[in-house]
């Protein structure tokens, strides 16, 4: 799907990141697609965005629009060419506050992305982040986490460099049709690539927590990452198709 190159701010960014055992994430993910591994485990986690003056590059800024946003995401890698991996996520689920991007989500640009309610508190380094889906009888996702500068010793990555480097890399994500083999590429550009950590207080999942998906022990929460007032721009991706298999 080919779409405009489309520019805006990230106002605040939240990567909400779990180690999971690779083989249980294998099994989710459509062929073609092997998860990216550290210290021999996959990387899953949510997307939370709020995106400002979102319009078309070129177009003015005023009439850009706003939307809170959540995207459920894995790191994997891909076999583009033999011999040649790229790396990237693969995004299971989006949802958005914006009706906008739920009418257009799927077939103007890339992924449909679910209409959900968002409750958002974001003042004094705290924030707290509340997602409600009509197709669901719990909350997807609620937090509370707050701004720190200490990077968390028990996470995988070393330091917040290392883990920041990670997810820059993965700036291609790919997702679903519905009732298609054909994945639909989206690349976010950041020129200005700045995280920090976060002290997590609270993190829920609807999905991370369903022990059916991740059976006990497979699954646990590593760490957080928040961005904030950040130019970007998103650029298609060719298509692929999930037929062909690695």
Not at 109 to 126: A, K, P, W, Y
Request: hydrophobic share 40%; proline share 6%.
């Amino acid at each position: 799907m080919k779409v405009p190159t489309i520019s805006g701010i990230i106002r605040r960014r939240i990567l909400l990141n779990y180690r999971v055992a690779p083989e249980i994430i294998q099994a989710i993910l459509p062929p073609r697609f092997r998860p990216k591994q550290i210290a021999g485990h996959a990387i899953a986690g949510i997307c939370l965005i709020r995106l400002e003056r979102i319009r078309p590059k070129g177009v003015p800024g005023v009439i850009g629009i706003s939307s809170e946003n959540s995207a459920h995401r894995i790191a994997v890698e891909w076999e583009a060419e033999p011999g040649h991996w790229k790396e990237g996520v693969f995004i299971s689920r989006r949802d958005t506050s914006s009706r906008l991007n739920a009418l257009a989500g799927g077939r103007v640009f890339s992924g449909v992305h679910h209409l959900s309610q968002f409750s958002v508190i974001d003042r004094t380094g705290e924030i707290s982040i509340r997602v409600l889906a009509d197709d669901l009888e719990q909350a997807l996702v609620d937090i509370q986490v707050h701004e720190t500068d200490e990077f968390p010793k028990a996470s995988l990555f070393k330091t917040l460099e290392e883990s920041s480097k990670f997810f820059e890399a993965g700036c291609v994500g790919y997702s679903s049709r519905p009732d298609s083999c054909v994945l639909d590429g989206l690349r976010l550009e950041v020129p200005d690539w700045r995280v920090a950590p976060l002290q997590v207080d609270r993190v829920r999942s609807r999905y991370h927590d369903d022990r059916s998906i991740f059976p006990t022990g497979s699954i646990a929460f590593d760490h957080a990452l928040l961005m904030r007032d950040i130019p970007h721009e998103w650029h298609s991706e060719p298509e692929m198709s999930t037929e062909q298999a690695i």
